[in-house]
């Protein structure tokens, strides 16, 4: 179904997506944000080669999105992606277990 003249003029989400893909949980969380990227309206993703456990890009930082889905796991990404939320204002998704952002669904 081809999308509205409206749909394509709209820019697209930015999205940054930190997860590692060095396991297969990690593997597959990104391959279902892949499959809804292609299923539904199209994303800019930023994915940055990043490995479970390493300190957060500094260039986050810099970046301007609209929101983040990310497995945090340390206490330095908690409080990169919690500075990056409260400056932004932006959603912020944790697909990590180990809740270090506690008001982060």
Do not use: F, K
Request: positive net charge; charged residues 25%.
């Amino acid at each position: 179904m081809p999308r509205s003249r409206t749909a394509s003029l709209r820019r697209s989400p930015r999205v940054a997506v930190l997860i590692e893909a060095s396991n297969a949980y990690g593997r597959g969380l990104l391959e279902g944000i892949h499959r809804h990227v292609r299923e539904h309206d199209p994303w800019t993703i930023l994915l940055p080669e990043h490995g479970r456990g390493l300190p957060p890009l500094a260039m986050l930082a810099r970046w301007q999105g609209d929101g983040v889905i990310a497995r945090i796991e340390t206490p330095a990404i908690a409080a990169a992606v919690g500075t990056l939320r409260r400056r932004l204002g932006i959603p912020v998704i944790d697909v990590s277990a180990a809740r270090l952002l506690p008001d982060v669904p």
